[in-house]
């Protein structure tokens, strides 16, 4: 298994802003990835990030509204760039373990844009 | 492209009795991996149960088992003796085997209440 934190757990910002949410692993992994999930709806990947490698995106997202960096095995970013109130939503990073191609979860960011 | 369905989007059921979530997917491939994830109200998404595709005897947790037909593309867990703390969102998710990406696509998601 392993244990995920994010920082923030959530954060009111302006039109226009960004926001940079941080995820740290308490092991080595990977990949990690990135999702967004509107309160009480599914999950949407945005981008799977491995380390050493320029991050993949998911049809609809693009690198320079939400830039990923993942500068070691153990800890990834994402940036909302230049927000609007449609950027409302929980972000969530996950990694997988090899062994069984399980995802766990962080607890997420909830973000708001005014 | 493969595609998972749930088709309750809310279910209640009484404290200790036992409850069926349904999920379906459309897939052509031959070796994948089937998962049921919870997500408690304002907390953090956690894995309930795993299934290989290539295995034929259904996967089980505690209280939670799934019934799996491979053929039918059917993929139901079910929770017995269900408990207050089982009130969650849970989200039925494939992977693809073998592509490398380790991509889960997720249902829309059976909102669950657990009654007392």
């Known amino acids: 298994s392993a244990v995920i934190s994010q920082k923030p757990s959530r954060d009111i910002c302006q039109r226009g802003t960004s926001l940079t949410i941080q995820c740290q692993v308490d092991?080595?992994?990977?990949?990690m990835f990135w999702y967004r999930q509107q309160p009480g709806q599914s999950l949407t990947l945005i981008a799977t990030?491995?380390?050493?490698?320029?991050?993949?995106?998911e049809s609809g997202f693009v690198i320079d509204k939400f830039p990923i960096s993942r500068p070691n095995l153990t800890f990834s970013t994402l940036t909302v760039s230049n927000m609007s109130p449609e950027d409302s939503s929980i972000y969530l990073c996950s990694v997988e373990v090899a062994a069984g191609y399980e995802q766990y979860f962080g607890p997420g960011t909830r973000l708001t844009v005014t | 492209a493969q595609t998972v369905t749930q088709s309750q989007p809310e279910m209640s059921v009484q404290e200790a009795e036992t409850v069926t979530l349904s999920c379906t997917y459309d897939t052509s491939e031959n070796n994948y991996y089937l998962f049921w994830y919870k997500q408690p109200p304002s907390r953090q998404m956690i894995l309930v149960i795993r299934q290989e595709a290539y295995k034929q005897q259904n996967a089980t947790e505690n209280r939670f088992s799934v019934n799996f037909q491979k053929a039918a593309k059917s993929f139901s867990l079910k929770i017995s003796d269900s408990q207050l703390g089982d009130t969650a969102m849970y989200f039925c998710a494939f992977m693809k085997q073998g592509s490398g990406t380790y991509k889960y696509i997720f249902g829309t998601g059976t909102r669950l209440k657990v009654l007392a």
């Open positions: 092991s080595q992994v990977t990949m």
């Open positions: 990030a491995n380390q050493g490698s320029e991050a993949t995106y």
